[in-house]
């Protein structure tokens, strides 16, 4: 243990004196520079849970440059890439290094999808270059582009009550907003228009298919995210339109013109690409075939280096189970840390996205059984501010002792359930695995998701020791006791009327 | 005077509520809407500067029309373009329409320069795209793009120091930061390596010559510029490099890997094209001949839509002209909006550069001795902060008449002159003319400068309101009067030891 407090002087410093750090967690992490009396007793499970929060606090070394060498080593890494390739094996070699078990790779055959060259031209009222990006599994256009006018939607419910055929020959955009929020939900009430939109659009007899970007920022970067396949297709060309870009077409409009757009994209699909996860365990000391999992995933969309989607996801776990590693003893059950590839793009075939996760599912069917828990990091850099346990075990001696571990990080207990664990875990969780899920503060989360801005200068490494020690405290209360998660209420909770 | 306090008393509100607003300019709105009685004794200068002040900042509609408009209806209005060309025409329609005088506009030749298709790709040691943007006048590379390794100076000097034809056959990259200041310092700090980068690299060997972007922001958008001729060419293609991928390519480098890059641009020129400058007046009523030109430029860069470089330093001159053109009676001297075209791009042969500042010049040669004073607005939507005023009147009755209108803005008297009045009206400050300063705070104005993200969307119709009560009411002052601001001292200030 002690090795954790002996680095980095300066560094501990720097946090110390960070004004976000909740005042608590200060005065916690200078109690935990004094020397502890390990052969004196047993420490109780919260005791150590407590000491690793600490130790992440004052500076742990190994997140940040992990996100820092997987972005700079691999930058970009869609699913079925080189970059996505040669990442997972990095990620292997790098765990195996730092003393994980069992490390290893698991492919599987995905149909990948490239973006190619795309652009975007207002060609009337005015010539203007316009910012878009092609929603990821969007088809090309053809090899001289397409051009239409447009004509813009306030919500994706207006495109489909357009009368039929009334936008033939046309462009349909969307221009829904998204709404900032601390809890992602403006994203997710947004979001719907980026899956249904081609086909909506393309129903009512689109050539096209644009849309304002899913993000709270007012930059000129467009959002990409996948759509989703229509009978193993999409049918129309798809993009998303950076916000000023949108404002300026709904301007446009307003001044009784109608904007008149060439598209260009040169999307290509491999139907025999591959993907893998990275697999990597802490073997337990006592129940090992028991498993607590740590899920993130390496893939990223394109035009960024993925720093902050996955990134720092797959930061947060190596690092928080590298605490637990080093520990001088192990925990009674494993400890799995699940590197995801493929989480980005949607299949056009049956189970059709988040295949990485399906692909774990599938291949782990007989163990899932043995999964304690699964909780996944997937929102950023940003603090974890809010904790959902299973309701199984919500109220109880692990629950107060959890709140005793995370409430110095400024960490709420969330009154309710949240059904949302993350789209990797999702399969495991919906065949029975329980769920916990530490919620990051995504107020900024959807300034920067999906688009180019995705880079490491974004990555706040105060925020990102304070996700590590979240999960590090909360993985080791898991890890190592006996409690059944599952035992007192079902995985997936139910709403409350609270 | 009173039509501008009927109007739009929500939007009146909103500015009283803005706690950005100084309090005591708030205070003397609220006083200014108390009826005047215009009968009784004839306002002073200062009274009446005043009230214009408080009208603008009640509200007044102008200036935020005109750059949505100028912005919708033209967008990126590049210097030769059919934009530029449009938009002057609109914007003299439109002065006309407004109320001014001797409404026209003044064509001269230029050499046009246009960005065509772009791209930049990391092919070494991985795969990435790169966000650039060719510097203004950069050549097109050859049609298959150009490859090289990628050598990174940390300054303009040390590129400079670089061993004789040590760059053979590589592209050179000077990655020197940009300090964010208030007065825009930092900006002047770093622009040289735009300027010489392109000369120095091709002296040293180097294919191209990429430069980090000179900028205070860390988003992938390049900030382009203009880079100088030399012997009437840029020597090698040249391009302005994002923050975050400067950045990435400092780390593959500090990692031991060369970074290798592919770039592409069809950049082109056009030798025979025109701009021009469009000239409004506000005719004097007892010296007419006497002139306060009033400066800001119609053209912009091609990427965004010029909003806050220059279409709001258009439209606060435009708006701070037309509260004056609706007052009972017009000032004793003549206000001369002037809004330049062809301000962002070099010229490759004397004078290189800011060419429609040396246009209106020479043209207006035998005028300038009448120019009794020049300002210009060309540093975004930022308040105004701080006022130089000529040495000649630096202190005495006008300085304090300025200062006890100003003041109540939240505007500073600077302690020792400047000697940047603004590129447009360079040439006539050369020529003598005395040149006045209303300072905008630029601490964020680098952020934005020279991209993409240079649209409406950023503009704070607040701070607008607050320049455009600035210059009305310290044009109202200089034009209602005798003053001569030449009389007492040089036309360019000294510098002072205070």
Redesign the interface.
């Known amino acids: 243990m002690r090795a954790f407090f002996a680095q980095d002087g300066e560094r501990s410093v720097r946090v110390a004196n960070d004004s976000r750090a909740p005042r608590r967690a200060r005065a916690v992490w200078l109690l935990a520079l004094m020397p502890l009396a390990w052969g004196a007793a047993p420490p109780t499970p919260e005791t150590i849970a407590g000491q690793l929060r600490d130790a992440a606090l004052a500076g742990h070394d190994v997140a940040y440059s992990w996100v ?2 997987l ?6 890494r869609p699913a079925g890439s ?2 996505e390739h ?1 990442a997972a094996e990095w990620a292997a070699a790098r765990l195996k290094a730092l003393g994980f078990d069992n490390v290893h790779i698991e492919t599987f055959p995905i149909t990948a999808w490239s973006r190619g ?1 795309e ?1 975007a031209q ?1 060609i009337a ?5 316009l ?1 878009i990006a092609a929603l990821g599994e969007s088809p090309p256009t053809p090899a001289a582009g397409l051009e239409g006018d447009v004509v813009i939607f306030p919500t994706l419910a207006a495109l489909k009550a357009a009368p039929a055929g009334s936008l033939s020959g046309k462009i349909a955009m969307v221009a829904n907003r998204t709404v900032r929020t601390q809890d992602g939900a403006g994203y997710s009430a947004a979001v719907g228009a980026r899956g249904d939109g081609p086909h909506e659009a393309a129903a009512h007899g689109a050539i096209a298919f644009l849309l304002r970007s899913v993000g709270t920022d ?4 467009a959002h990409t995210g996948t759509t989703r396949y229509t009978d193993g297709r999409v049918p129309v060309p798809a993009f998303a339109l950076a ?2 870009d949108a ?2 077409l709904e ?2 409009a307003a ?1 009784g013109e109608t904007p008149r757009v060439r598209l260009f994209s040169s999307a290509s699909y491999d139907a025999n690409a591959h993907s893998q996860n990275v697999i990597a365990d802490i073997k337990g000391a006592k129940r090992p075939q028991e498993i607590v999992l740590l899920a993130a995933h390496l893939d990223s969309w ?4 993925g720093a902050i989607d996955d990134g720092t996801g797959t930061a947060i776990m190596v690092a928080a189970a590298k605490l637990i590693r080093d520990l001088p003893h192990r925990p009674q059950r494993t400890v799995r840390v699940v590197l995801f590839g493929s989480e980005e793009i949607a299949q056009p075939n049956a189970p059709f996205g988040d295949f990485g996760g399906h692909s774990y599912a599938d291949k782990h069917l007989a163990e899932l059984p043995n999964h304690v828990l699964a909780g996944e990091s997937d929102l950023g850099t940003e603090r974890v501010y809010s904790l959902t346990l299973p309701p199984a075990v919500a109220k109880g001696d692990f629950a107060d002792s959890a709140r005793r571990v995370l409430t110095p990080l400024g960490v709420l207990f969330a009154r309710r359930g949240e059904g949302d664990f993350g789209a990797d875990v999702e399969p495991a969780i919906k065949a029975g695995v329980p769920g916990v899920a530490l919620a990051q503060d995504a107020t900024r989360y959807f300034d920067i998701h999906h ?3 995705d ?4 990555v706040d490494r105060a925020q990102l020791d304070q996700n590590v020690a979240a999960w590090a405290a909360l993985t080791w209360l898991a890890a190592d006791g006996d409690l059944d998660f599952r035992s007192h209420g079902a995985a997936i909770p139910e709403p409350s009327d609270e």
């Open positions: 820092s060498e972005t700079t080593r691999f930058g970009p080189d970059n040669r060259s652009s207002l009222p005015i010539s203007q270059p910012v007012s930059h000129r970067l916000a000023p404002e300026q301007r446009i001044l394109d035009q960024g280096t688009t180019s801005d880079t490491l200068d974004k």
